[in-house]
């Protein structure tokens, strides 16, 4: 089958859209009008597993660690990802990167993270689908505001209950300077400008905050358009044309254990859950601490501390948890931690996504090979 089609299902089931703005997801490399009869899943994007994919034959390697996460400068064969590069292509493999948009959503890692746990009835901790509104403030030129106006109601500003386009604007005066290296729509360089301005203001739904940012600053007629960003409080009945829907996607998980379970037996059942690798399972709290409730969280889970304390989870699992706020997490009532390697973790997602991805060659009459890599690549390789 062709390679864009099988990434069409891939963004179809985690858009890249989910991911964090700091996140770099996708195709990395290869020819979308390649041919793929092989795919081999995988978390890190490291020799080893290039090497593995190489051996089975593989089209296409997918994994959830991004291999550019921070810019370079150079792809080298001499550098170590740069040689990552140069292997891949010098096989035609291509290689496909899904992490934090894998993270969110239904049959993404945090829910397989709690469904390797065997947490029933888990829910999204962290909602990024729902259940929350922000205001957009801009200011632009008289002129410009209808423009503004449409374009931001466009990309789903503006929807109040059984209402859209519902915005407000006041005017104003606006000024600038515009310094040397500046390429003003209105004014001189050096020059004090003053102008006529509108203040235009919006709802949104956060998930799309995104969509609505680009349409204002597309839409826009300044190089630095001036804008305001506010998170709105949640109040009670209103503005709802229904109920709110329990959100499907987001940050991690909070489900119950079929039965009650002292701390040290629940620990020993994340240890039997997850593959092993050489950091092993780290716990803070009391060994005979009863575990009924249980919150989880994708990657580095520092993060999500606070919101695991309101959820009223017994215990937290995650990974590359700080000393600091560990401590201080602890001291303060919260509920006890149970680390784990961060592979580990995010490993039990890969058999979920081979699943979807062969059952859907299935449906549309393909055949593809996969393989889920088992190779371990925490960086931590041994324990004394």
């Known amino acids: 089958m062709r390679l864009a089609d099988l990434l069409a299902w891939l963004d179809g089931w ?10 770099q997801v996708g195709l990395v490399c290869g020819d979308p009008e390649s041919q793929v009869r092989r795919v081999l899943f995988a978390v890190d994007p ?9 051996d089975f034959g593989a089209d296409l390697v997918v994994v959830h660690h991004p291999l550019f996460l921070t810019p370079v400068s150079s792809v080298a064969a001499t550098t170590a990802k740069g040689s990552v590069v140069h292997r891949l ?10 992490h934090t948009n894998a993270d969110v959503p239904a ?10 746990l065997g947490l029933e009835d888990p829910r999204v901790l962290v909602p990024t689908d729902g259940g929350g509104l922000d205001k957009l403030v801009v200011f632009v030129p008289e002129g410009s505001a209808e423009a503004v ?17 519902c915005t407000f604007t006041s005017r104003g ?6 310094l040397p290296g500046a390429r003003p729509a209105l004014g001189e360089l050096g020059a004090l400008e003053v102008v006529a301005e509108a203040r235009v203001e919006a709802v949104y739904p956060r ?15 300044y190089e630095e358009p001036a804008f305001d960003l506010v998170e709105l409080a949640e109040t009670p009945g209103g503005p709802s044309t229904g109920p709110a829907p329990a959100a499907t996607r987001g940050h991690g998980r909070v489900g119950r254990l079929p039965e009650p379970v002292s701390l040290r037996g629940f620990a020993d059942r994340v240890a039997a859950a997850l593959p092993v690798a050489a950091p092993g399972v780290r716990v803070a709290g009391d060994p005979d601490r009863e575990i009924t409730t249980v919150a989880v969280g994708a990657g580095s889970g520092d993060s999500l501390l606070e919101e695991v304390r309101r959820s009223g989870a017994d215990v937290y699992v995650s990974s590359d948890l700080k000393h600091h706020r560990a401590s201080e997490f602890l001291e303060e009532g919260g ?15 890969l058999p979920v996504v081979e699943r979807k991805v062969r059952q859907a060659a299935a449906e549309a009459g393909d055949t593809v090979e996969t393989r889920v890599s088992e190779i371990v690549t925490d960086p931590w390789t041994f324990r004394i």
């Open 107 to 116: 049959d993404g890692v945090n829910d397989a993270i709690a469904a390797a």
């Open 46 to 54: 490291v020799a080893a597993v290039v090497e593995e994919a190489i």
């Open 335 to 349: 509920p006890a931690l149970v680390d784990v390697p961060h592979w580990a973790a995010e490993w039990t997602w």
């Open 14 to 23: 985690y858009d890249p859209r989910w991911a964090e703005a700091r996140d």
């Open 207 to 221: 998930p799309r905050r995104r969509e609505v940012v680009a349409a204002l600053r597309a839409a826009h007629p």
């Open 149 to 165: 106006r449409a374009a931001i109601t466009e990309a789903g500003a503006g929807a109040v209950g059984a209402y859209d386009s």
């Open 173 to 178: 005066e606006g000024r600038f300077r515009p």
């Open 89 to 98: 292509l010098g096989n035609g493999t291509a290689l496909f990167t899904a």
